[in-house]
C-alpha cells in the first residue's frame, strides 16, 4: 500500500505543479497582452481552472502527508492507544467527508460535463469538475492508509502488553 500512495503522490503532485505552472503562465501572458493593449480572452479562464485542479490536488497531497489544517492540542497531549484511537477517529471522519466530496463531485461532474468555456468553447466544464472527485477520491486512498497504519500500530500495543 506504501508504493501505491507514495507514486499516487509523485502523479498527484505533478500534476498539480503542471497545472499551477500553467496557472502562472497563463497571468504571465494576461498581463503581458494587457500591457501591449491587446486583449486575450482566454487567459483568464484557463488561469482560473488550472488554479482550481493546482489547490485540489494539493489539498489532498497535504491530507496524505498530514499537514492540512488541523487543532492538534489534544493529540499531543495523548500517547498510546488513546493517540492511536484519536488518529484512527479523525481519520474517519475525513474519510467521510472525502466520501461525500466523491459522491458529490462525481454528481457536479456529470452535471457540467455537457457545458462548455466561453473563451473556449471546445472545452468542456467538465474536465474542471472532474478535479473534485479526482480529490475525493484520492484523500480517501490516503485516509484509508493512514487509518490502516494506525490500527497496524494499535495492534502492536495490544501485542506488546
Known sequence: MKKIVKLLEKVQLSIGVIMLSIF???VIIQVATRYL???VIWTGEVANYSFIWSIFMGTAVMINRKEHFKF???????????RSSLSIFNDSILFLFSLAILFYGVAATDNFWNYN???LPFMKMGYVWLSVPVMGLTMMIYLASHIIYDMKGFNREEANK
Do not use: I, N, P
Not at 72 to 82: A, F, P, Q, V
Open 24 to 26: 502562472f503562465l497563463a
Open 37 to 39: 493593449g491587446v486583449s
Open 72 to 82: 492538534d492540542l489534544l493529540y499531543k497531549k495523548l500517547t498510546g492507544k488513546m
Open 117 to 119: 468555456w466561453v473563451s
